[in-house]
């Protein structure tokens, strides 16, 4: 890959990556309750009291470049605020405890989506207009419909509620002591379970849709044209020729989608009240927390951006085609 | 002169029959896709719902005006049982259908717009326009829209205030349909870009340039006609999304529960603990309105798509 191509990618990352920091910067300005509204409010504030107070917290030099430079250099080290809701602890914080869980949930689901709905999706594409396909492609784009949170409301009242199989919240049983690290184990296990299933279920539908029509453009190409003219058998053309090369723009579209499959998922969380940042975004959204919401804002964003340097750089290496 | 005016008309029929032509080209082609063709149909059914709600199942419910008890299973009076506050799920969910479907509609035409004009300007003007119109493309690109309406919503609402009508529809509604209008616009504008940029090399915009025309006479008259079917595909897949990012930023908690979508329906089950209760008639009915409104136009775009895009057309 050269290294032009690399640095190009590299730097607009950075400028989005800039652009997002101006945004919440500038956002952050704009709403209400940000310290210089509530300080101008109070009635009972001499002038002077107010000057001191604006200089004590750097409000009185201007916005730009300032005040600007000051947030960018707490937010490099870390520094996000205090949240309103949990008794001033740091953003960080907050966002420290909550995303575990959500990395847990969300990694094994696209994991085991990953794997399934690609397969899924390269038996449909290589048995065009067969039955699995015509099933599949069906079932695929209803998923594809559904919001996650939808279909994890329907797996928690039939298999939690009605049949009794599965907890219907949180991450483990509250109040539960555990004689074994095996039993804690056991316990998350069943609380992940549904969870679990309502991710994966959401993704495969994209994943498999993706990789059928990417298998049915490369079986259109020449070179498989090629190896069936030299009489290969029907799997050696697939596993030889066909799947390897379909394989790469899938998995460079399911990177770029990564930004978008788990804005989504994180909704999921809500139905099983799973304590990671889905269920944090509603409790900050309800109390209008929003230096919570900023620091979901600035995670989400910048990992979305890392995801899609991640992808060309992968589709980069993968792909002669793009090094020239 | 007579022989002038002759041709002027000889030109306007030929003109008129040359659309018929592709009319029905189009139609005989479009028809032929059975999956746009049953997409077609499910959204007739839904848009007359949410046309006249009231004409089928009466004034939408209050919790004063509910008429059945709460959370009754499906019943001869509540033939899809009744919510937490006995308000029938019929009326809700019907009712939902016109907000979903309005706020999927605004949004739809506001993305377009914007996406159209952009995208006819960066690719017809290019240079030092097109790279600045593009690098703010890319922002909007990458970030997906729920996570900068994550942000934007609840801001722009607190700066607005909820409780303000705009013709009818309650402010938070009108936030919703502006944040994904502003979020969602730039894969719009890069598919009309590109196709800007190759109708902008054609003879027939030098022609017009020849003739004197200037540089907006040339893209509303010459460029803009020639992508609007692009526009109107591209505008059908648009409304699918955004009927889905609805209904998740509603079921986060940014809807309103006076004039209630599917997602907000949802969000108030949810509220209610309806899963946990087993009363599976209070989530069905706007989930099954959600995914086959979704469905539909999913089908239709991809139709309407292959039909209509010049590059997925297959020369007969």
Known sequence: MSS??????????????????????????????????????????????????????GLDKPLFPDQFIAYIESTAQ?????????????????????????????????????????????????????????????????????????????LLVIFATALGWFPTNGMLTVGATYDSFWERLQDFG??????????????????????RSSIIETLAEDYVQTARAKGLKDSRVLRDHALPNALLPAVTIVAL???????????????????????????????????????????LAISVVLANLAADILYGRLDPRVRV | MTTHAATGDELRTSRLQLRLRNLRSFMGRFLKRRDGVLGLAILVVFTTLAIAPQLFVGPLETAVTASGMRLEPPSAAHILGTDELGRDMLNLTVHGTRTSMAI???????????????????????GATDTVLMRVSDFFLVLPTFVLALILAPVLLDVIGANAELFGMRMTLVVIVIVIGITSWAGTARIIRSQTLSLRERAFVDRARVIGSNGRQVMSRHIMPNVMSLVVANAVLTFAGAVLTETTLSFIGLGDPFQPSWGQILNAAQGAGAPG????????????????????????GNALDDVLNPKLRVRQ
Do not use: C
């Open chain 1, 257 to 299: 989608q990564l930004g978008y499959v788990i804005a989504g998922a994180i909704t999921a969380e809500i139905v099983f009240n799973w304590p990671g940042l889905g269920t944090l975004t509603v409790d900050a959204l309800a109390a209008r927390d929003y230096p919570v919401l900023q620091g979901i804002f600035l995670l």
């Open chain 2, 104 to 126: 999927g509609l605004l949004a739809t035409a506001i993305t377009v717009v914007i996406g159209a004009v952009l995208g006819i300007v960066s690719g017809f003007i290019g």
């Open chain 2, 277 to 300: 209760l087993g009363a599976w008639w209070y989530l069905a009915p706007p989930a099954v309105g959600i995914i086959l409104v979704v469905l539909a136009f999913t089908l239709l």
């Open chain 1, 4 to 57: 032009r191509y690399l640095a190009r990618r590299i730097f607009q990352a950075l400028i989005t990556i800039a652009f997002i920091l101006v945004l919440n910067f500038f956002l952050f300005r704009l709403m209400p309750g940000s310290p210089e509204r509530v300080l101008t409010r109070n009635p009972n504030i001499s002038a002077e009291t107010k000057q001191q107070l604006k200089a004590k917290w």
């Open chain 1, 78 to 154: 870390g520094d996000l605020g205090l949240s309103f809701k949990y008794r001033g602890e740091p953003v960080t914080e907050v966002l420290g405890d909550r995303i575990w869980p959500t990395i847990i949930l969300f990694g094994l689901g696209e994991l085991i989506a990953v794997v399934v709905g690609l397969g899924l999706g390269a038996y449909a594409g290589w048995k065009r207009g067969g039955s699995v396909d015509y099933m599949g492609n069906g079932l695929s784009l209803v998923l594809y419909s559904t919001p996650y949170f939808v279909i994890g409301m329907f």
């Open chain 1, 190 to 211: 069943s609380h992940l379970f549904l969870p679990l299933v309502t991710v994966s279920i959401g993704l495969i539908g994209l994943y498999s849709i993706l990789m």
